[in-house]
């Protein structure tokens, strides 16, 4: 069993920057994808970015490629997604994923397994 904690949510105006974090546990890192993913109010869970397990492959949505990077650091357990240069349309709760059993989960919600309880991120215009 995987556990997945995110911190590092809050409220910031547009064009602020935040940097999420998420601790995984349960399982050797660097054996997960991971993801992130995010739901607005009234709308599906969408998806934000994914890093593969050794970190070299990452992809993005179009509406976050440019502004958002994520990273992971496999001797600390940890994935990050910096947001840069917010908008209010980023206004949503984050999700942290893990694919076990896959190099690379991609963009497909049903490919993670794992999920961590969410962050929610508010941007203020």
């Known amino acids: 069993q995987v556990q997945l904690v995110e911190s590092g949510g809050g409220l910031v105006q547009a064009g602020a920057s935040l940097r999420l974090s998420c601790a995984a546990s349960g399982r050797t890192f660097s054996s997960l994808a991971m993801g992130w993913f995010r739901q607005a109010p009234g709308k599906e869970r969408a998806f934000v970015a994914a890093?593969?397990?050794?970190?070299?492959?990452?992809d993005y949505a179009d509406s976050v490629k440019g502004r958002f990077i994520i990273s992971r650091d496999n001797n600390k357990n940890t994935v990050a997604l910096q947001m840069n240069s917010l908008k209010p349309e980023d206004t949503a709760v984050y999700y942290c994923?893990?694919?076990?059993?896959?190099?690379?989960?991609?963009?497909?919600?049903?490919?993670?397994?794992?999920w961590g309880q969410g962050t929610q991120v508010t941007v203020s215009s």
């Open positions: 994923a893990a694919d076990p059993n896959r190099y690379y989960g991609g963009i497909y919600a049903t490919h993670y397994d794992y």
């Open positions: 890093i593969s397990r050794s970190g070299r492959s990452t």
